[in-house]
């Protein structure tokens, strides 16, 4: 049994995906969030930007003394999670590396990706799944960054998007996959306009089988809380307001503060 925190981050409220997904299936866990809205788009981000971006935000978990960090951000899995992982004492679940062992499994044949830029570039997805099933096809792809920002301002369902959701979908769905993994945990919020393209069927959410992986494995290593001793904790780098506003329909956080980070 572990009573410390677990901390869950991305580039803003994206990883609330993951997030709500955790707090139902582990209610009594203590929770720490972080949006770094300051350094957001990651998926335009080098490589060292990123690396100084991911092991800032390691650092603050690492002061708050928690037992786990959830990588709740693709992004920084696919590009810092392989050079950091041996810097710090508590348990790291990359999101792309932890998902992927379940989704290879999964009897497909050919599987594509959406994803930001710099996941796409980086092939993240294609080792993964490969690395469990040599056989399985994977054809990624990076959409524009307007993907996330129609997300981070609340527009997720307005029809004045469709043409830049069709354009990168169908770029995919060419390709004839049997599914395609919503690789950036901002575009689940963008299920209801894609599906006007696609099948929803076709969609995989990796935030559906890393939650489960989580769960089962701080269970398996005893690392379980007995306790909510809080409500989760919010932290942001920068605008807590627009935080607050974007995320409400997925999180509601109108009773709780949001504190600033940098
Ligand atoms: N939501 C993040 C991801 O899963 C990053 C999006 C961004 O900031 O570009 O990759």
């Known amino acids: 049994m572990d009573n410390r925190p677990i901390g869950v981050y991305d580039s803003g409220i994206g990883g609330l995906t993951v997030f709500s997904k955790l707090v139902k299936l582990l209610p009594n866990e203590n929770y720490l969030y972080f949006g770094d809205t300051e350094n957001i788009p990651y998926g335009t981000k080098s490589r060292e930007e990123l690396l100084t971006i991911t092991h800032k935000i390691m650092n603050f978990f690492k002061e708050q003394n928690v037992k786990a960090v959830v990588m709740a951000c693709n992004t920084t899995s696919a590009v810092a999670y392989d050079t950091l992982k041996e810097d710090y004492d508590f348990t790291l679940y990359p999101v792309i590396q932890t998902a992927c ?15 930001t830029e710099a996941t796409a570039n980086s092939h993240a997805y294609k080792k993964q799944l ?9 054809f990624e ?3 524009s960054g307007k993907w996330v920002e129609m997300v981070e301002n609340h527009s997720q369902n307005k029809k004045e998007n469709e043409p830049i959701l069709r354009e990168h979908l169908n770029v995919v769905l060419e390709q004839n996959v049997d ?10 919020y963008l299920r209801s306009l894609l599906t006007d393209f696609a099948g929803k069927d076709i969609f995989i959410d990796p935030a559906e089988y890393f939650v489960y992986y989580i769960a089962q494995d701080l269970k398996n290593n005893d690392k379980l809380a007995n306790k909510k001793e809080y409500e989760p904790k919010f932290f942001v780098s920068s605008n807590p307001e627009k ?3 974007s995320s409400e329909i997925f999180y509601k956080l109108e009773e709780l503060p949001i504190l600033i980070k940098r």
């Open 130 to 138: 490969q690395k469990y099933n040599p056989a399985l096809e994977v």
């Open 141 to 143: 792809h990076g959409c």
């Open 179 to 188: 599914k395609i993994i919503l690789g950036c945990t901002h575009y689940p």
């Open 101 to 115: 062992k379940v989704i290879a499994d999964m009897d497909e044949k050919k599987i594509g990706t959406l994803s």
């Open 243 to 245: 935080f607050k506003n």
